[in-house]
């Protein structure tokens, strides 16, 4: 790096003079700085000439004929004379010239043509910082031009990696506020504004009288809004359309797509969107020309409030651009805003299924009431759950009551008041209890010839629907075999006798004082229930998920060596739901349960030499949302001997009412039991103290009898991971420099989902031909911190003649595959024309 310092300047004299071989060195000081220094400079292997400017005669006649031996340095303190001139000119071919002003040394050390030392001249104050200067070195330009000597100034300033314009551009935007931006008070202060605003009209097509980050920012996003928006824009915004969409574009995707950047573009967004009050401004837009463009969070808010008035109005046909409503709230939910307001388009979408199905209609008979469950209505209960989901992660909900009124309606007033009547009356039917599976036969059907290891997962209040988007989820692991079957819960639907029958038995009965007994022995806990299991078969065992979920694999090992058979109680639903104040999560419950569900099945086949799971639960429940109206619960059941429940009563006699429906004891248990459960045959419930409202379970509904069974199959050795991801960090678009650094980030940590990955890099033409050096990157970084998992990588390409027209690619291979995984276009600019207009 140059510095100015008579010692060093000594120092590289020296080391011209070193060898055998005569040499001649002149060194021109134009501004005749080192002339009282130089009076008193001894060489070791040289004399030292002072050169007169009306000497050059006499002086070539001594060196040439006088004195051909002797090592010397000619020093002149004033320019070199034009060639014409010069009669020492011929002796300056085979002579070496030397450089001591700071300019010069660094235009000799960069390898800068001397016709841009004017350039490094006017800027010379931004060299007068050692740290800085080595900024503006370590960018290692290779082929400079006025443009990108300017450029590398900028980029020095704004401590970026790479000689880039719009890295520049990315981190005055990014790192700095828009006023007073830190960046741009140094750009000023080195010089460099004119040409920074320059620049700008060159690359973006930005240009005004008075320049500042503000317009530019608003010039960015007016004109990517332009491209995307399906008519005129406002007239105010016209002015600020830039006839060089494609860079901004190109420019503004890179920014938004950043895992590092994307919320600061949302920051510049919400800020260009409030000075242009975007809202008002789109606000009488047809709503289709709106469905493509998502530069800002106010256009998803337009939309989504027009999606509501639909689905308000029930008019489920409607359409933009040809997409009905779930098409739209995909389309958006997978744009850039849809990260960040992704719940809205959920709950549009599921409200939209559940108005859809408003004037539901249900099969009569018990064996079409359960098809049509499993293949249709199950969608409407899963869409209830992903409605409300969604629904309780929006912060201001007030602009969707109206909406949430009606699902709560259609699903309540239409859906269950329809369904769970015409369930209750076909239950009765004298085959209903032979149409599926039943539950207390779930371990002589499933359990009983068992010859591989097999744990059983039992899900506490797992109902169907929520088991079935289990199913889905393991359907779509590879390795995985799903199979999913339905089986009819006992009735009263509670955990007490659920969980009773999912034990190997002989007989299941409840005594006088209501206490569940298998094989008359009791199973309330999990010692009482091991015990009943290994009667049956003795190398088996019984552990509660949450003893288990944190083991080491030594540990978690060591529960399944030398066992055949293993119950897993899980209880995550029941458990939220029953708590008057967590009832309302129970919703969120079930997508945990299901994720704690999978993990432990990874865990287990990896960690546990175990393969073979089957997942189902004791009963389902019921859940809404709203309050239970007075009018909904049932009075008057009030007798000493029954066991009563909010939606059952167990008791010698069945209770006889209105909207009461009752079945014999003996026969849910096939025994000889003569008490009664009685049970509403709609969603209504027994009037009682305590406990919450909005989730129930116990009673005869698909909702709370049907459970799942899911039986997995996971292949040897296999855990659900996906490799580590390599991406730009900015994406480039030309190459300019034979030597070329490009920053990568890996998308997300190592973890025991997401492994370590070594990816191949190199340049390619689009004849496949190698243009650059292969760089090796292995993506194992654990960091949390986004920032701490940048690659940098050198480049180095081939010395030939490259078209600017023709098609290169950047190119990303996993190592272990040989796939290619990333594909990015870029030009190879390698020629530079001065078309800069600096005027030099």
């Known amino acids: ?203 973006f097509g930005y240009t005004d009288v008075k320049p500042t980050l503000e317009k530019l920012v608003v010039t960015m996003f007016v004109t990517y809004t332009a491209k995307y928006v399906g008519a005129e824009l406002p007239k105010a915004w016209k002015g600020f359309i830039s006839y060089k969409a494609g860079n901004i574009i190109a420019f503004m995707d890179n920014l938004m797509n950043s895992i590092l950047y994307r919320g600061r573009y949302d920051e510049l967004s919400a800020h260009v969107a409030f000075g242009l009050n975007v809202k008002k401004a789109f606000s009488d837009f047809p709503p289709e020309d709106l469905v493509n463009c998502d530069t800002f969070l106010a256009i998803d808010q337009i939309l989504i409030n027009w999606v509501v008035a639909r689905l308000v109005a029930e008019d489920v046909g409607a359409r933009l651009d040809n997409l009905i409503i779930p098409q739209i709230c995909d389309k958006r939910s997978k744009m850039h805003f849809g990260e960040k307001i992704g719940s809205c388009y959920q709950m549009l979408s599921s409200a939209y299924q559940i108005i859809q199905a408003g004037n539901y209609h249900c099969p009569d008979s018990f064996k079409d009431i359960l098809l049509h469950y499993q293949e249709e209505d199950f969608r409407l209960d899963c869409e209830y759950r992903q409605f409300y989901s969604a629904f309780d992660q929006i912060e201001d909900t007030t602009g969707f009551e109206p909406l949430r009124d009606l699902v709560e309606n259609i699903y309540t007033n239409e859906y269950l008041e329809t ?277 129930v379970h116990g009673g005869s509904s698909p909702q709370e009898m049907l459970v799942p069974v899911l039986d997995l199959k996971m292949e040897r050795g296999h855990m659900d991971t996906r490799s580590a991801s390599l991406a730009l960090v900015s994406m480039v678009r030309k190459i300019t420099n034979k030597i070329t650094i490009l920053d990568l980030i890996q998308s997300e940590p190592v973890s025991d989902v997401v492994k370590a990955a070594t990816y191949r890099l190199f340049f390619i033409s689009d004849d496949n031909e190698r243009i650059s050096n292969e760089n090796s990157c292995i993506a194992d970084s654990r960091d949390q911190d986004a920032s701490k998992r940048i690659f940098r990588l050198k480049f180095q390409f081939k010395e030939k003649k490259y078209d600017k027209d023709k098609q290169y690619f950047f190119v990303i291979c996993d190592d272990a595959t040989g796939l290619e995984v990333f594909r990015h276009p870029v030009i190879m600019d390698m020629a530079f024309a001065d078309d800069y207009g600096f005027g030099f």
């Open 419 to 695: 369904l769970l009547p015409k369930w209750n009356a076909a239950i009765q039917e004298p085959d209903a209890l032979m149409a599926l599976p039943l539950q207390r036969d779930f371990y002589a059907r499933n359990l009983k010839n068992v010859k591989e290891r097999t744990v059983v997962i039992i899900s506490d209040a797992m109902r169907y629907e929520v088991g079935k988007e289990l199913f889905r989820r393991m359907q779509d692991d590879p390795k995985c075999t799903a199979k999913l079957e339905v089986q009819l819960s006992v009735l009263p639907s509670y955990t007490r006798l659920g969980m009773a029958a999912l034990l190997p038995h002989t007989e299941l009965t409840m005594t006088n004082d209501f206490k569940v007994l298998v094989d008359g022995l009791p199973c309330e806990n999990l010692v009482e229930r091991e015990a009943i299991l290994q009667k049956y078969n003795m190398d088996s065992v019984c552990v509660q998920f949450d003893s288990i979920k944190s083991l080491k694999i030594a540990d978690l090992r060591s529960i399944f060596t030398g066992k055949q058979l293993v119950y897993v109680y899980h209880n995550q639903i029941d458990a939220r739901g029953d708590k008057p104040n967590t009832e309302d999560e129970v919703f969120v419950a079930c997508q945990e349960a299901i994720a704690e569900i999978i993990d432990l099945i990874r865990r287990i086949s990896t960690s546990a030499n175990t393969y073979r799971f089957i997942v189902t639960a004791d009963h389902g429940f019921i859940y809404k949302r709203d309050k239970i109206a007075e009018s909904d619960k049932i009075e008057g059941v009030k007798n000493k001997t029954s066991l009563i429940n909010r939606r059952f009563v167990v008791s010698p006699e069945p209770v006889v009412g209105d909207g009461i429906a009752s079945m014999e004891m003996g026969e849910i248990l096939c025994n000889s039991d003569t008490k009664w459960v009685s049970y509403p045959i709609s969603d209504d419930v027994f009037k009682v103290t305590g406990g919450g409202q909005n989730y």
């Open 1 to 203: 790096m140059a510095e100015m310092n008579i010692k060093q300047i000594i120092d590289r004299l020296n080391a011209e003079f070193t060898g055998d071989t005569r040499k001649l060195v002149f060194w021109y000081d134009d501004n005749g700085e080192f002339v009282e220094d130089m009076q008193n400079v001894e060489l070791e292997n040289a004399k030292v000439y002072f050169l007169q400017a009306d000497n050059q005669f006499a002086t070539k006649l001594f060196l040439e004929r006088q004195d051909t031996t002797t090592n010397y340095l000619i020093y002149a303190p004033f320019p070199k004379p034009d060639v014409r001139d010069n009669h020492l000119e011929d002796t300056l071919l085979y002579s070496k010239r030397f450089f001591a002003d700071r300019a010069s040394l660094l235009l000799v050390d960069l390898g800068i043509d001397e016709k841009y030392k004017p350039i490094i001249e006017k800027h010379i104050k931004f060299f007068a910082n050692k740290e800085r200067t080595q900024r503006f070195y370590d960018l290692e330009i290779e082929n400079f031009n006025e443009e990108n000597i300017i450029t590398g100034l900028l980029s020095a300033i704004c401590r970026t990696r790479t000689c880039s314009f719009e890295e520049v551009i990315r981190v005055i935007l990014t790192d700095s506020e828009l006023a007073d931006n830190k960046f741009l008070s140094e750009v000023e202060k080195y010089g460099l504004l004119d040409d920074f605003w320059k620049l700008c009209e060159q690359h």
